[in-house]
């Protein structure tokens, strides 16, 4: 295209833009200046606020709980970024092959993904529970694997596993069509020129492949990151006893001791930390 | 290096047969094209050789090995793609020793060859560049480059000069021809472009709707075509046909009586079950009389008035009306015809060719060439 017409073309992008921007200011610069605003007070439930300068943030760094929970985070986020990667990459693969009732097939993997939250996570709670699960009674019961009954929810060490095996099984569907979108459009004769180069399904998957989906995967897993360094409800819903990131927050501002400007204090490391990644990410990963 | 025999293949797509019965030999060392319209089948023939299609019925032998159920990747042949299909991710090197690496060649031999390559085809310059920073003739080269690379048994283009303009396709056709040679390659080489056809192949196979019509040496295709279908087909401007009266010993049409006794090949008593024939006349074997030197195998045509006339260059084609229908002419540039003036025409009996006029146009007076 021609520098004139890219130009015009940036001005109209512009224009379209201008009214989204100004309202996405309001709703998303606002609270987050307030909340730097917030993690320098100490706020009381009345709503008075006295100036405690960085006593929030020693206060934290000081706290055992918080790098556990910075801990269980990092799990969670590894666990589940490449968990609905690789699932997503497999049902992309598998679903673009030519079968019967692909078209069938492909609209239900969706499926987990619209489902809502609140219905899921009692299925999946009834599945693990101790007593009358589907879980136990497969693995205790049925292939007598194990002759006692584990609460794995009740339990908050394999309850991150079960969070995770959770997240993975409801967004894994949005990993698979984005790359199915980007699988479709490969060129059918690189795999015909790889054939001929030797190359047998899995180099053919290696060489052509993988390269072809390397931005879209990318992309996957900066989305996974952003989503699931904030995730709130998936896991507060079906374990809170998993004490990642956002649910410890939760508990600091609203429940037990209220302690809003500490939490806020949390949250302003925690988008520091996810511009930083982010930044980080973009520059010398995807080298965009 | 292998020979690749095809024995009465067919494909169908469904109850559609898209290749009915095709039988070919291409000796080892032997480059052979397969030409005809678009559609015709070329590429599904070449496909089937490669694995990329299977084989609805028949055999394909490479060397003595049966491959109708060996992958494409087990087969050890190369093939040049119309649209190139390089790896858009790897550099123009990579691209070129990716399949030779396959194979297991050593790190030398891999050197080796890719300097040979790139020194052929004048990539040196490119080499680190990714594909889609070169121009469509450099792609084109590398997508060469990349199959020449390998040492593979049989090599396969499938159109690969279609997307180059008129000068670089004259001289990437010269660079396949020489480096065949060089390399001794056994090459089935597809085109819709006749005259590919006949500068590149030892051997040409002309198809039409799934089928051979015919299978030659270029020469052969060009002076004795089994039926007015090839005939037509190969040489531009196209074969004039003439419908023409047998009349005793005279095949007649316009004010014209041609002895056929003079005809080369001609078996009277053969020629006398027929009504009417096709007169067969290639545009170039025409030569303004004013020129020609007189010879008693000469017919002349006269009183032929020209419609238009079209200077090329070195030679100059002309257009003209016989027995009612158009006709053109090649001739030298010496010739001062003009449109609208009365000229005569001669021809050399002895390059008319007599078809039937069945559907199928059958070639009446084959012989030697
Ligand atoms: N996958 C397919 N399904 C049905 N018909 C096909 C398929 N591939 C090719 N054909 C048909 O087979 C015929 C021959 O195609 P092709 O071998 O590509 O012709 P060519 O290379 O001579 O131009 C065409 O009529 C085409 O429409
Ligand atoms: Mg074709």
Not at chain 1, 142 to 149: K, N, P
Not at chain 1, 176 to 187: E, G, M, R
Not at chain 1, 189 to 215: C, K, M, S
Request: hydrophobic residues 45%.
């Amino acid at each position: 295209m021609s520098s004139i017409l890219v130009k015009n073309e940036a001005k109209l992008g512009l224009k379209l833009v201008a009214p989204a921007v100004g309202i996405i200011g309001l709703l998303v610069i606002y609270p987050i200046l307030f909340n730097i605003y917030l993690s320098f007070f100490d706020v009381q439930l009345n709503g008075d606020k006295t100036f405690v300068g960085l006593d929030n943030y020693t206060d934290l760094l000081g706290n055992p709980r918080y790098y556990h929970s910075v801990g269980v985070s990092i799990v969670y986020l590894i666990g589940t970024v490449i968990g609905t990667t690789v699932l997503g990459l497999a049902a992309a693969v598998l679903m673009n092959q030519e079968f019967r009732f692909r078209n069938l097939a492909r609209g239900l993997i969706l499926l987990p993904y619209f489902a809502p939250v609140i219905s899921v996570v009692f299925g999946w709670q009834f599945i693990f529970d101790p007593v009358n699960g589907i879980y136990n009674h497969v693995v205790v019961d049925v292939l007598h694997l194990t002759d006692t009954r584990e609460n794995l929810i009740g339990n908050p060490d394999s309850a991150l596993f079960v969070v995770i095996l959770f997240d993975i099984w409801k967004h894994f569907p949005i990993a698979y069509l984005l790359l199915l979108a980007k699988l479709q459009s490969v060129p059918k004769d690189l795999y015909e020129a790889a054939a001929i180069d030797g190359q047998n399904a899995w180099g053919r998957f290696w060489h052509v492949t993988l390269p072809e989906l390397r931005f879209v995967i990318a992309t996957v897993v900066l989305l996974r990151i952003i989503w699931n360094l904030n995730r709130f409800e998936d896991v507060y819903l079906l374990a809170p006893n998993v004490e990642t990131l956002p649910i410890f927050t939760y508990y600091q501002a609203f429940a037990g001791i209220v302690d809003q400007g500490g939490a806020a204090a949390i949250s302003v490391i925690q988008l520091l930390v996810l511009v930083g990644l982010i930044w980080l990410y973009v520059r010398k990963v995807l080298k965009w | 290096m292998s020979s690749v025999i095809l024995r009465n293949v067919n494909k169908s797509y469904g109850n559609l047969p898209i290749v009915k019965n095709l039988n070919l030999e291409v000796k080892d060392g032997e480059f052979v094209v397969l030409v005809g319209p678009s559609g015709c089948g070329k590429s599904t023939t070449l496909r089937m050789v490669a694995g990329l299609e299977d084989i609805t019925q028949g055999e394909i032998q490479i060397g003595d090995r049966a491959i109708n159920d060996l992958p494409p990747h087990k087969r050890n042949i190369a093939m040049v793609f119309q649209n190139y299909a390089l790896y858009p991710h790897m550099s123009v090197r990579e691209n070129i020793v990716f399949g030779l690496k396959k194979s297991g060649a050593d790190a030398e031999t891999i050197k080796q060859r890719l300097a040979d390559v790139s020194e052929m085809l004048k990539l040196n310059d490119y080499l680190d560049r990714k594909p889609a920073d070169l121009s469509g003739g450099q792609r084109q080269r590398v997508a060469m480059g990349r199959a020449l690379a390998r040492d593979a048994d049989v090599y396969l283009f499938d159109e690969p000069l279609s997307n180059l303009d008129a000068k670089l396709r004259h001289h990437m056709r010269t660079e396949i021809a020489r480096i065949q040679h060089q390399y001794n390659m056994t090459a089935i080489y597809v085109t819709h472009d006749q005259i590919e056809a006949m500068t590149l192949g030892d051997r040409v196979v002309v198809m039409r709707d799934g089928i051979v019509e015919q299978v030659g040496t270029p020469m052969d295709i060009y002076l004795q075509p089994t039926n007015t279908f090839v005939a037509t087909f190969i040489g531009s401007p196209a074969m004039n046909l003439i419908e023409a009266k047998i009349e005793g010993d005279d095949l007649v049409f316009d004010h014209y009586r041609i002895p056929a006794t003079k005809i080369a090949n001609v078996d009277m008593h053969d020629l006398s079950s027929h009504d009417t024939v096709l007169v067969g006349i290639r545009p170039d074997f025409f030569e303004d009389s004013a020129l020609s030197s007189p010879s008693d195998n000469l017919f002349e045509f006269n009183e032929i008035q020209v419609d238009l006339v079209e200077n090329l260059g070195f030679d100059k084609e002309i257009m003209f009306k016989l027995g009612g229908e158009d006709a053109k002419a090649r001739l030298d540039l010496r010739s001062h015809v003009k449109r609208q003036e009365h000229i005569s025409l001669s021809v050399d009996l002895n390059r008319v060719l007599l078809f039937d006029t069945s559907p199928q146009g059958m070639l009446i007076n084959a012989g030697e060439v």
